[in-house]
């Protein structure tokens, strides 16, 4: 398997991305979905990396930083057909590893609280990642949480 720094203007990234955005719609209310689109993810301060198996893109994942010591996670996405094979944790692990070499100290995430989420919330809770307060202007409701790391 192997990580790259995406660009992305593959075909197979663009469309994981607009699965992922469909998803989080038809999970959670609109108002509450802070999933970014391909302009968000493409703007300064976005680094996007996915994750292939020879030509089989596997998942996706960026790190959108918020301040000089402050990162937040975005968009972590497996693809379908590749769901419990190990493809979030290995792009979790690669995003906490730069992370660390970017010298953040602290790296947080939003997630919703529908059942949905379950598995990606066991993942964040494996690597050390703890509930805790909104950030960077998030608005709390019963539909989203947050997650941080101290690194």
Same mark, same amino acid.
């Given at each position: ?7 992305? *203007? ?12 469909? @998803? ?6 609109? @108002? ?16 996007? $990396?996915?994750? $292939?198996? @020879?030509?089989?893109? $596997? ?5 959108h930083e918020l ?8 968009s972590m996405r *497996?693809?379908? @057909? ?20 970017r010298r953040y100290? *602290? ?5 919703? *609280? ?38």
């Amino acid at each position: 398997m192997k990580i790259i720094e995406d660009n992305l *203007t593959h075909p197979a990234v663009r469309q994981l991305l607009a699965l992922h955005l469909q @998803d989080m719609e038809a999970q959670s209310p609109k @108002d509450t979905v802070y999933a970014l689109d391909l302009s968000g993810l493409e703007k300064g301060g976005v680094t996007v $990396w996915t994750l $292939w198996q @020879d030509k089989a893109l $596997w998942g996706c994942g960026a790190l959108h930083e918020l301040s000089p010591v402050h990162s937040e996670i975005k968009s972590m996405r *497996t693809h379908p @057909d590749h769901l419990r094979k190990g493809a979030a944790a290995r792009l979790l692990t690669h995003m906490i590893t730069i992370a660390r070499q970017r010298r953040y100290k *602290t790296l947080s995430l939003e997630t919703g *609280t529908h059942k949905g989420f379950a598995p990606a919330i066991t993942l964040y809770k494996k690597f050390g990642f703890k509930s805790g307060s909104a950030f960077a202007g998030y608005k709390t409701s019963p539909q989203n949480q947050f997650f941080h790391l101290e690194l």
